[in-house]
């Protein structure tokens, strides 16, 4: 009925059917469900909702409208906050209670308004950039709600603040976002094109980025032809480093991806999980039976959920409801899986105890690589402790009601060709097998990730760790020498030929500074020599100088960069000054 009273026939994606009618009999309750969820129907039926109100479209329309103004009730967050602002501003109250008609608060003029005020603040992020000797690039694409990838650029680098007498204050390390960008080529070439057109749009040069960011996608992080290989080609040493807490539980969820056995588990960990919440009685059975230790998880591929999930499942074990499930109770019942849960939660503890680190807001690479370094040593540790890890799972199993031992499968046959001089030795004692098929190749398969993953760190770590301070301290004068002098190689066009004199210099002049912070940062180093003994800059110049869309999309980034940027813009946003203030703002781009 409503589509067809007030089914607008002129539109592009009407459908004749549901106005002149149809006879596709068979098909009819298909095609009604996939009518009622179309942009027509719902359009229609709002027409015909306001018609049987004895509504005027007219009369709605002006309603809706009305809503929008100031002084109305849900007029909506902006209008909102420039009401409560006028409160305590008296030149913007007498603009907003005036007579006059024009208040400068329309759609259009709040667009502009942020569009101007987020500009400004895009360009004092952009001068600290070009001021900055160096830079680092951290790039994400997310889908927005209407399904439009939307790349966010973050900029990182260094500032130095000054007093009046231009004498440094403070080094201070910023993260600055610079706006959504609507992308519409996903592959590596597509980004690349946007992502070095966004910068070179801002006035920024590649040549001075240091560092990329990226998640691990293939289209990231290619070593052939992903983003981070073709920014590297513009600039060698903008080194590609994944974030290093996430790219860790990568590490994981490649070894549970990669043995059958483990993926079951996990399979059976989830399955577990889906039939006690599928269920309020159930899982209120579960919560008042055991209320001591952690409730059952969801898993999630890539984050430290899955070291909860493992961690819950040996408080949440035993409980009646699994006779309901004799399947998943089955798969359970063996001590195959419960030597899986002992294994499970020893290498996921080994990794989130260093996750948890990295995720520290003071951590620098350096310290990061030490952490990663511990993971490599922990892993090939645990390599060895499969005995003990058996004894756990033994005395685990006891508790449970399982029997400690593994079931004796019959093997499998495997034909024999007929130039084979050797029968197949395929492992037959069941413990044997799941030591070498399970539990070796998951310990080895994270352990070669954690090196894989994270080569651009280790990298990183390797060039400037001796700039560290307790290296500074420990380091002999030849060791010195080479690791600087391969740095101002590597960096020949930052570094002059002299710095590693310079470095041994520095050592040698401000030893007693150094041991003060002996268990400090690079940033520690840094601060020490700019802030507190600045004046040694002068005569050690360790670095040379560097040569110096639609308005909805520019709203999306303006309010996002206002948003993340709040600092910067103060209360900028909303306090517009004097009525010519306001038409000056328009002016101004």
Same mark, same amino acid.
């Given at each position: 009925m409503p589509c067809w009273l007030f089914g607008e026939r002129r539109s592009a994606c009407h459908n004749s059917a549901w106005t002149t009618g149809i006879n596709d009999w068979q098909g009819l309750s298909r095609k009604i469900k996939e009518h009622e969820h179309t942009r027509s129907h719902m359009a229609a039926c709002v027409v015909y909702d306001t018609w049987?109100?004895?509504?005027? /479209?007219?009369?709605q329309i002006s309603a809706e409208y009305k809503k929008k103004k100031l002084g109305e009730i849900n007029n909506g967050n902006f209008l909102s906050v420039i009401e409560l602002l006028g409160r305590y501003d008296p030149i913007l109250q007498r603009l907003i209670s005036s007579e006059s008609k024009t208040k400068y608060l329309s759609p259009q003029i709040q667009n502009e308004i942020i569009s101007i005020m987020a500009q400004k603040v895009q360009n004092k992020i952009v001068k600290e950039v070009h001021d900055a000797e160096f830079y680092s690039v951290i790039i994400d694409t997310t889908q927005d709600i209407s399904k439009v990838d939307q790349l966010s650029q973050v900029l990182r680098y260094v500032t130095i603040s000054k007093d009046e007498n231009d004498t440094p204050l403070e080094v201070k390390i910023h993260e600055s976002f610079t706006g959504f960008h609507?992308?519409?080529?996903?592959?590596?070439?597509?980004?690349?094109?946007? /992502?070095?057109?966004?910068?070179?749009?801002?006035?920024? %040069?590649?040549?001075?980025?240091?560092?990329?960011?990226?998640d691990g996608a293939a289209t990231m992080s290619g070593v052939y032809s992903g983003l981070q290989k073709r920014i590297s080609d513009r600039e060698s040493n903008?080194?590609?480093?994944?974030?290093?807490?996430?790219?860790?539980?990568?590490?994981?969820?490649?070894a549970c991806q990669n043995v059958t056995k483990v993926k079951e588990f996990y399979d059976s960990v989830q399955k577990l999980y889906v039939f006690f919440s599928g269920s309020i009685k159930r899982w209120e059975l579960l919560e008042t039976e055991f209320k001591a230790g952690p409730t059952l998880k969801r898993l999630c591929p890539t984050h430290h959920t899955r070291h909860d999930a493992v961690r819950s499942l040996c408080f949440r074990?035993?409980?009646?409801?699994?006779?309901?499930?004799?399947?998943?109770?089955?798969?359970?019942?063996?001590?195959?899986? @419960?030597?899986?849960? @002992? /294994?499970?939660? &020893?290498?996921?503890?080994? @990794?989130?105890v260093v996750s948890q680190s990295?995720?520290?807001?003071?951590?620098? /690479?350096?310290?990061?690589?030490?952490?990663?370094?511990?993971?490599?040593?922990?892993?090939?540790?645990?390599?060895?402790?499969?005995?003990?890890?058996?004894?756990?799972?033994?005395?685990?199993?006891? %508790?449970?009601?399982?029997?400690?031992?593994?079931?004796?499968?019959?093997?499998?046959?495997?034909?024999?060709?007929?130039?084979?001089?050797?029968?197949?030795?395929?492992?037959?004692?069941?413990?044997?097998?799941? &030591? @070498?098929?399970v539990f070796y190749q998951t310990v080895d398969i994270a352990i070669t990730q954690v090196t894989r993953r994270f080569s651009g760190m280790q990298e990183?770590?390797?060039?400037?760790?001796?700039?560290?301070?307790?290296e500074l301290l420990s380091k002999s004068d030849n060791d010195m020498y080479q690791s600087a002098s391969a740095l101002a190689e590597q960096?020949?066009?930052?570094?002059?030929?002299?710095?590693?004199?310079?470095v041994l210099a520095l050592r040698q002049a401000l030893e007693f500074a150094i041991r003060e912070i002996k268990n400090g940062s690079i940033y520690d180093l840094?601060?020490?020599?700019?802030?507190?003994?600045?004046?040694?800059?002068? %005569?050690? &110049?360790?670095?040379?100088?560097?040569l110096r869309s639609s308005m909805s999309q520019e709203r999306l980034s303006g309010l996002a960069i206002l948003s993340i940027e709040n600092k910067r813009g103060g209360l900028m946003c909303f306090r517009y000054g004097t009525e010519q203030d306001i038409l000056q703002l328009r002016k101004i781009k």
């Open positions: 049987q109100g004895h509504q005027s /479209i007219d009369e609507a992308v519409h080529d996903q592959s590596a070439s597509g980004l690349e094109k946007d /992502i070095v057109g966004l910068l070179e749009k801002k006035g920024i %040069s590649v040549n001075k980025c240091r560092g990329q960011g990226y903008a080194i590609y480093i994944h974030c290093a807490s996430h790219n860790l539980n990568l590490v994981l969820n490649d074990f035993k409980d009646e409801e699994c006779a309901e499930a004799e399947g998943l109770k089955h798969s359970m019942e063996n001590f195959e899986f @419960v030597l899986q849960t @002992v /294994i499970q939660g &020893k290498l996921l503890e080994t @990794v989130n990295l995720q520290k807001q003071n951590v620098d /690479i350096l310290q990061a690589s030490e952490y990663l370094a511990g993971v490599s040593q922990s892993l090939a540790a645990l390599r060895g402790e499969f005995q003990s890890l058996k004894e756990s799972a033994q005395d685990l199993a006891q %508790s449970w009601g399982i029997s400690p031992t593994f079931l004796q499968k019959r093997a499998r046959r495997t034909k024999r060709h007929f130039d084979e001089l050797c029968e197949d030795e395929r492992l037959l004692d069941p413990e044997e097998h799941f &030591k @070498v098929s990183v770590a390797r060039r400037f760790g001796f700039l560290c301070p307790r960096y020949s066009d930052d570094l002059s030929a002299d710095f590693p004199d310079q840094a601060n020490t020599l700019i802030i507190k003994h600045n004046s040694i800059l002068s %005569s050690l &110049k360790l670095i040379k100088t560097y």
